[in-house]
């Protein structure tokens, strides 16, 4: 049995995607089942609570031979970074108590820094916290997401990829989620270690790269964009984030164009990507059409 956190999104859905293959057992704490039916139907085991409350996550990592944790993307944190300190309590109190045989924590590439990361900070945190553990723990570093670029399948119609990443030939750590389910399902079930673990996934890739690959898989010429930084608050409000909350938003792309999302970081693993961008927009865009 397995304990997998965020089951409803991207890499936590991935994560259980990956184990349940494997024919192994599954939970997910989740706050309503109505959204995750579908992963009661495929036999995962649902337990009600949230990772704000540490009692809950201690019960749900009850008789588990590991788990995954991450924290909820907040893209309007506090100055302090409350949210994001407050579920990493709640997690070291409960893994503490209940001391499961191994830990995989989602993070990001940057999160060996301590400043001037933007939102990052949050998993900056995380890996400071999960630090104070005695379990076996390992932290992936994933790269950008590919399938933050799936906007492009609808604003990219006129030949054009806007990004935040500026020059857009230059290449950093980008992967998909369904690799980074991958990889936490192998280290959740694969062979024990003992101690702390870094791993670095992902592949370098460059924006104008992702773009290209975008417009084989709409039979069009696309071109990457960089939106002009003035503009980038305006961007942001744009995508939901209320006006005035952009920057710590504007900060982590500052800092991925400033060069901290390369590979190498001493002491840590890699693992490379296996999915494409192009793969990631063929899969959506079937699933859009079919």
């Not at 990219?156 to 290449?171: D, M």
């Amino acid at each position: 049995m397995f304990l997998v956190m965020g089951m409803t999104g991207r890499v936590g859905g991935a994560t259980a995607r990956h184990l349940l293959a494997q024919g192994r057992t599954v939970r997910a704490m989740v706050r309503n089942r109505e959204q995750a039916t579908k992963w009661a139907d495929q036999g995962v085991e649902l337990v009600d609570g949230d990772w704000n409350d540490a009692a809950a996550v201690e019960r749900a990592l009850d008789g588990v031979e590991g788990a995954f944790v991450m924290l909820p993307a907040v893209w309007t944190p506090s100055a302090d970074f409350r949210e994001a300190k407050s579920v990493i309590a709640n997690y070291v109190e409960a893994l503490t108590s209940a001391a499961p045989p191994r830990v995989v924590a989602l993070s990001s590439m940057g999160a060996d820094r301590i400043s001037g990361l933007g939102m990052i900070t949050a998993l900056s945190l995380l890996e400071q916290g999960l630090r104070h553990l005695t379990v076996p723990v390992a932290c992936v570093r994933a790269g950008g997401f590919f399938e933050n670029f799936l906007y492009g399948l609808h604003v990219a119609q006129g030949g054009t990829l806007p990004v935040y990443y500026n020059p857009t030939n230059r290449k950093s750590t980008m992967v998909a989620t369904d690799d980074i389910g991958a990889e936490v399902a192998k280290l959740l079930s694969g062979p024990a270690w003992s101690g702390h673990r870094v791993v670095e996934l992902g592949s370098m890739v460059s924006a104008d790269e992702v773009a290209t690959q975008l417009g084989e898989v709409m039979q069009r010429d696309v071109k990457a964009f960089a939106v002009p930084r003035a503009g980038w608050a305006a961007a942001f409000e744009q995508f939901g984030i209320p006006k005035g909350q952009t920057g710590s938003a504007e900060a982590m792309y500052e800092a991925v164009n400033a060069g901290w999302m390369d590979l190498g970081v001493e002491g840590t693993e890699h693992v490379a990507g296996t999915t494409s961008p192009r793969d990631v927009f063929a899969a959506a865009h079937k699933a859009a059409t079919a």
